[in-house]
């Protein structure tokens, strides 16, 4: 593995500091760790830099990892666990102060924390802890505004498109009752704070589990892909829907102008149907492009979409279906698993 000198990651760290930080229309990258073949923390940070990415969501607090971002200049999205939910939940305004300071102010600025992501996906595969989510951001909340940090760092939890009910044609989508008495206090705390709704959209899903009648061109933002007119719209990829399914249930709740931000997106490499790289260099790029664009959707051009890719590396030790394994845009070697461009 390619290994850089610990003198020029330090004259690196110290140049990438000294530079400003970066607007929202860059792209941003998750980085898994959901593997037992990880480089170490420091040449993840390298393969960030090198690739000139400035935004990276960490799914959990491992010290060692917010240890080697420390000072990078780069712009870290970090989540609290979901089976952290209930302490935070239960324990008040000083609970979550005390979790904040131990888990991540301890080992990073805040000044480089530009999300909270509260649980991840927690009403699709962790309902247990559904009604601790929203107490628990009002606690952290209520702790970050005690140290003058509310307007910097933004509280939201990403959830899976599967709170929304159906969601073709996208004018249809509703949140599902299930989702409804967590989303409905969670958009309300969004619309507060000025956050974004956090959404992990996955075309790549809907494609593999219907083949037949999911068309892979809408889901790889072909031209030749056949478009879905729906209520005076034209959509014409599977992204861009998706995501209006989310604006269109938030406009059912009364919400018309909480942005979203994209917290997973990605085409696997290997381990199902349509999974390879040239699929995944063709998905990620036209992701990227319209990331970097400053994009909306259609229904709202004027709302960028902000955007982290999923994901940094494979990972070898994930559940669930063997594709679930392949998402890695790098190598270990830092190199790229297929052709892209973050900048
Ligand atoms: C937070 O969750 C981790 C597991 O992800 C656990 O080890 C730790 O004890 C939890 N801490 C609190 C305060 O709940």
């Known amino acids: 593995m390619a290994r850089s000198s610990p003198l020029l990651i330090t004259f690196l760290t110290v140049i990438a500091a000294a530079t400003s930080v970066t607007g929202d229309n860059k792209v941003g990258i998750c980085f898994g760790r959901n593997s037992d073949d990880l480089p170490p923390p420091f040449a993840i940070v390298d393969i960030v830099k090198n690739n000139h990415i400035s935004k990276v969501r960490l799914f959990n607090t491992d010290a060692p990892t917010l240890q080697a971002f420390k000072d990078s200049g780069i712009e870290l999205m970090i989540g609290v666990p979901n089976e952290n939910l209930t302490y935070i939940a239960n324990g008040g305004v000083d609970a979550a102060a005390n979790w904040l300071k131990t888990n991540i102010f301890n080992h990073v600025p805040a000044n480089q924390v530009k999300y909270i992501a509260v649980g991840n996906e927690v009403l699709l ?12 951001m009002k ?3 209520q702790a970050l505004k005690n140290q003058n ?3 910097k760092i933004k509280l939201s939890s990403p959830q899976a ?3 929304v009910g159906s969601s073709s044609p996208p004018s249809s989508a509703a949140f599902t009752e299930a989702a409804l008495p967590v989303i409905r206090p969670l958009l309300a705390f969004l619309k507060e704070t000025g956050a974004p709704l956090m959404v992990n959209t996955y075309p790549y899903f809907a494609y593999a589990s219907d083949p037949k009648n999911v068309p892979l061109s809408f889901t790889l933002f072909s031209s030749d892909a056949p478009p879905v007119q729906d209520s005076g719209i034209t959509y014409t990829n599977m992204f861009e829907a998706s995501l209006d399914a989310f604006v269109v249930a938030m406009e059912k709740e009364g919400y018309t102008d909480i942005p979203l931000t994209v917290t997973e997106t990605g085409w696997p490499t290997a381990g199902g149907i349509g999974a390879e790289p040239t699929k995944a260099a063709v998905y990620n790029n036209n992701v990227i492009m319209r990331a970097l664009a400053g994009k ?5 051009p004027k709302i960028p979409v902000e955007v982290y890719l999923f994901d940094l590396l494979d990972e070898n030790l994930k559940e669930g279906s063997e594709f679930e394994k392949y998402f890695g845009i790098f190598n270990l070697d830092g190199s790229t698993a297929f052709s892209v461009r973050f900048a």
Do not use: Q, W
Not at 125 to 136: H, K, L, M
Not at 296 to 300: F, N, V, Y
């Open 125 to 136: 595969r962790d309902t247990f802890y559904a009604e601790s989510i929203v107490p628990a």
């Open 139 to 141: 606690n952290l909340h």
């Open 149 to 151: 940090l509310d307007k």
């Open 161 to 163: 498109s599967s709170v």
């Open 296 to 300: 909306g959707t259609p229904k709202r």
